[in-house]
């Protein structure tokens, strides 16, 4: 299985340093890994660092992937839309990226059942430029996932969902982690999926790693109060899981 270890990377824009000195053991495969931390903080940063589109200090260490370019796969926040393409092009194009043109009856199975999975079946044979903003960020989450990468980082893939259709994908991804065993990181702000979803959690905080460890141990008050400059109580409901509830600007 695939592991990943990050040793005191960084990453500059020109001459401006934005991100230094992250440093993570082993990211756990078969679960979700929150990256967090205030706008601006690195964190979209740390992916383009991570999936090698820009370069900088310290080691990305990928051991036991299988290579090419099912290993890392990434998200990014902004979904750019190539309007010239329908949905179900852009998605086969995703996924026969690095592996040639000749397309397989599996693929085009493999395409109908992330449709499916995501309920924009319907979109499959409209412009990519007459969708709305959720469901372009569908597609975008349909092109990472039909690559069927052993590292995905996802930056913000729930930003532009009703909230029905944010559970409905987190609860997707994370049965495709455990299924398949992929290393997921995701930027999310809403820590109260994090709390949910997300085993473990990084902080990020003016272009450094303000913490790391287990979820319940990072989203404390204290760190939201720190980092996020709001007080604000963590409560377990009548079910055991715990929120997130702020009560304002520290
Ligand atoms: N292409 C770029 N050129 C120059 N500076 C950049 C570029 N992209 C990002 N930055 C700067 O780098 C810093 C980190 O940006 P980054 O996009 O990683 O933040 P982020 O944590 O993802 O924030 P957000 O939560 O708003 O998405 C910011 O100060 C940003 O202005
Ligand atoms: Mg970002």
Not at 111 to 125: H, T, V, Y
Not at 217 to 241: D, H
């Amino acid at each position: 299985m695939v592991t990943l270890a990050l040793r005191q990377v960084g990453a500059s824009y020109g001459r401006t340093t934005v991100l230094s000195n992250v440093s993570i053991d082993m990211l756990q495969s078969g679960s979700l890994t929150a990256i967090i931390g205030p706008n601006a903080a690195g964190k979209s940063t740390l992916f383009k660092r991570i999936a090698g589109l820009i370069s900088g200090p310290g080691l990305v260490q990928l051991s036991n992937a299988a290579g090419g370019d099912r290993t890392i796969c990434y998200m990014p926040q902004d979904t750019g839309a190539n309007a010239v393409l329908t949905v179900y092009e852009s998605i086969l194009l995703a996924s026969k990226q690095g592996s040639g043109w000749r397309v397989h009856d599996d693929e085009l199975f493999e395409i109908d059942a992330i449709l499916k999975a995501l309920r924009i079946e319907n979109l499959a044979f409209r412009g990519l430029g007459e969708l709305s903003g959720g469901q372009r960020q569908l597609v975008s989450l349909a092109q990472a996932l039909v690559r069927k990468p052993e590292i995905l980082l996802m930056d913000e893939p729930t930003s532009a969902l009703d909230l029905h259709r944010q559970v409905e994908v987190l609860d997707f991804i994370s049965r495709l982690a455990r299924e398949s065993g992929m290393i997921v990181l995701i930027a999310l702000h809403d820590l109260n999926h994090v709390l949910r979803y997300c085993e473990n959690t990084i902080v990020i905080a003016d272009g450094e790693m303000a913490m790391s460890g287990s979820t319940a141990t990072v989203i404390t008050p204290e760190m939201l109060r720190e980092v996020y400059r709001v007080s604000a109580r963590i409560e377990t409901c009548s079910r055991g899981q715990r929120f997130i509830l702020v009560d304002g600007t520290a």
